[in-house]
């Protein structure tokens, strides 16, 4: 009868040999291995952040002068700013893979996906006549 035992194991790489970390231990684990997910994450976004903020505020203030334009008037200073964020997501390019002893002659090849680090800025502006 089949049983299985879950394992759990987290590794922190700062290269891009993932594929051959999984490749060995796929070697050492038995007949068959269940890799059931590898997340990617960026160590330090704070650049990432502050160019989303500026694209932001610069979103915010262009679709201010647009409205201003359509009716009218003038565009005056900001009287409110409110910065709602949302952590680094990241989204896998692929799922679980079961790998079988026959097939570990061939390297595991990594493809990380995609990094989102969104925000939203919330502006009001004086306006002026």
């Known amino acids: 009868m089949p049983s299985s035992a879950p394992s759990s194991i987290r590794s922190r790489r700062r290269q891009a040999d993932a594929g051959s970390v999984i490749d060995a231990v796929v070697a050492a684990g038995g007949d068959f291995d269940r890799i059931d997910r590898i ?3 960026v160590d330090d976004t704070t650049l990432l952040y ?4 500026q694209k932001a505020i610069a979103d915010a203030t262009d679709r201010a002068e647009q409205l201003v334009q359509l009716t009218g008037v003038t565009l005056g200073s ?3 700013i409110v910065e709602g964020g949302t952590s680094p997501i990241a989204y896998p390019t692929s799922g679980g893979m079961m790998v079988e002893r026959a ?5 595991t090849s990594i493809s990380p996906g995609e990094m989102e ?4 800025v919330q502006v009001a502006y004086d306006v002026l006549p």
Do not use: G, H, K, Y
């Open 39 to 41: 997340a990617f994450s």
């Open 50 to 53: 502050e160019e989303a903020m």
């Open 78 to 80: 900001p009287t409110l």
């Open 103 to 107: 097939v570990a002659d061939i390297d």
């Open 117 to 120: 680090i969104s925000l939203s």
